[in-house]
T-cell receptor, first 111, second 113 residues
Framework: KQEVTQIPAALSVPEGENLVLNCSFT??????LQWFRQDPGKGLTSLLL?????REQTSGRLNASLDKSSGRSTLYIAASQPGDSATYLC??????????FGGGTRVLVKP | ETGVTQSPTHLIKTRGQQVTLRCSSQ?????VSWYQQALGQGPQFIFQ???????GRGNFPPRFSGLQFPNYSSELNVNALELDDSALYLC????????????FGPGTRLTVL
């Protein structure tokens, strides 16, 4: 059974600092890994999707890496801004579009 | 192109009642998945519908059931509500059985008293 873990559960940084969010998963047989952002009480916004054959994906200030063999992914957010404050969730797809999520990392960027 | 929509936004029910939640998938998407997100936790997969057929189910009891209609919109029904059913219910759509990005709706917040 796939298990996804995100550590730390919460993170507070001053504005301008780079953010590093970690995600680990137990079963390396995945199709892809996705990072999502969730604002309080809202739905999920997809940030990046990394296919199992890829090592990383980039979008603007966001960069996500994937190491399938070690069961790890890292999301980097450069030069954090107060608007980046949210919960970040990673999820792995083991097939059939069914996602297994981690518990999320709650990020606060202080002005 | 419209995104994924869900209704209602919020709902309050009492223990033992039944509830129906609705989801309209993104245009052109024939696969809809439902997730339950308890407060402070990540979403958990309930089930998925592909072309009106159930296509996989998570670890949820039979009182959680669903439907998908010919226009690919979907319903989640929960019978005999329990306090622990209080959560944010999310639906997500994809264009098919591909490994594409899933598009999530804004969710329905269900409170069971």
């Amino acid at each position: 059974k796939q298990e996804v873990t995100q550590i730390p559960a919460a993170l507070s940084v001053p504005e301008g600092e780079n953010l590093v969010l970690n995600c680990s998963f137990t079963d390396s047989a995945i199709y892809n890994l996705q990072w999502f952002r969730q604002d309080p009480g809202k739905g999920l916004t997809s940030l990046l999707l990394i296919q199992s054959s890829q090592r990383e994906q980039t979008s603007g200030r966001l960069n996500a890496s994937l190491d399938k063999s070690s069961g790890r992914s890292t999301l980097y957010i450069a030069a954090s801004q107060p608007g980046d404050s949210a919960t970040y969730l990673c999820a792995v797809e083991g097939g059939g579009n069914k996602l297994t999520f981690g518990g999320g990392t709650r990020v606060l960027v202080k002005p | 192109e419209t995104g994924v929509t869900q209704s209602p936004t919020h709902l309050i029910k009492t223990r033992g009642q039944q509830v129906t939640l609705r989801c309209s998938s993104q245009s052109g998407h024939n696969t809809v998945s439902w997730y339950q997100q308890a407060l402070g936790q990540g979403p958990q997969f309930i089930f998925q519908y592909y072309r009106e057929e159930e296509n996989g189910r998570g670890n949820f009891p039979p009182r959680f059931s669903g439907l998908q209609f010919p226009n690919y919109s979907s319903e989640l029904n929960v019978n005999a509500l329990e306090l622990d059913d209080s959560a944010l219910y999310l639906c997500a759509s994809t264009p098919g059985r591909s490994t594409d990005t899933q598009y999530f709706g804004p969710g329905t917040r269900l409170t069971v008293l």
